[in-house]
């Protein structure tokens, strides 16, 4: 069977991963903080908290941004359920809008959704492309949208106008005008779940990139302390001979890194564009040649003139199909010992949402693209004859229509 997503795992991570475990701190330190730096020189920026998953960040986010009951925060439809349970867990409201054909938040989409309550907009970069940041961020701006933006606490005043805080669980190393996720948006989060393009077992970060008067530097520090109880002191400066006084500021959460997780990242990130990345593309490329000119067929955008993608998912849709058509050719897939996936199955088809009214006959264009799509697997391990195998499965799986 050729597994959909597992985890690279070679003797350099065991390596380093055993050294960290040996060095006698174990929880966030050193390594930890390495990482967060390698991470902001990635993406060019000055600022990164590293977290223990992206949900925690992006929940940590809309806590320190406030958000509450009476709030409401943008998300797309199509996205895994983080993006949304998160905005749930503060009490707030996400309004769901649909996506275009390329599975991205539409910016028109956003406009409409806009209300006087809007606090927070949640673009998603789907399977790694980036979403249209110069439009979003040109419609938070806008003095009429600004105008209608009423801050309920100091921090939201300071802003002024709402916040975009991108889901980039999938997109990190993607490009949109030259500049890298993370320094897209205000803030920028994301994934490093095992099945995630760089993982760290589990994991996230939080890019900070927000504008004047912001002081990003004194916002890490103050973030750091939110992640961790909101203790003045984390576990390491204590360690220190005498310092053993702390105090607490405000009820914080529980959500930093460790050191054993951030030794992981740490020898992915060198790798992570020239090994990585240029593999996926390749896999990309493969399945691109493939089906590009076989009618059935319909392939991802990832590369366009303004975007690269980070080739997290290479999601084919069929041109002919509903539902059942395609969960059938998906059966003959896995037939042929071949693993696929559906990235997702849209928020207003999930029983959680159902419950609070979420109807997805009002995301048309997001229940058609579900309908037909199937998730190709790409990783580092994947190799030329098994990604000959997928092709050969999925045409022939699609054959016997
Ligand atoms: C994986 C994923 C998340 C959640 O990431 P965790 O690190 O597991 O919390 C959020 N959003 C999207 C779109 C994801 O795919």
Known sequence: MIPFSPPHIDDKIIEEVVVALKSGWITTGPRTKAFEQKIAQYCGIRRVLNVSSASAGLELILRWFGIGPGDEVIVPAYTYTATAEVVLHCGAKPVMVDVGDDFLITPDNIRKAITPNTKVIIPVDIAGLPCDYDDINRIVNEPAV????HPTNDVQRQLGRILVMADAAHSLGARYRNRRTGALTDITVFSFHAVKNLTTAEGGAICLNLPEPFDVDALYQELCTFSLHGQSKDALAKTKPGNWRYDVSCAGYKCNMTDVAAAIGLIEIDRYEDMILSRRRAIFEAYTQAFKDDNRFQIPEYETVDKTSSFHVY???LRQADEARRDAVIQRIFDQEVSVNVHFIPL???????KLGYDIRNYPVTYDNYSREISLPVYYDLTDEQVE???????KAADLE
């Open 146 to 149: 600004r105008e209608h933006f």
């Open 315 to 317: 999601a084919l849709r």
């Open 348 to 354: 207003p088809m999930l029983t959680c949402y159902k």
């Open 389 to 395: 195998l997928v092709i050969e499965a999925v045409k």
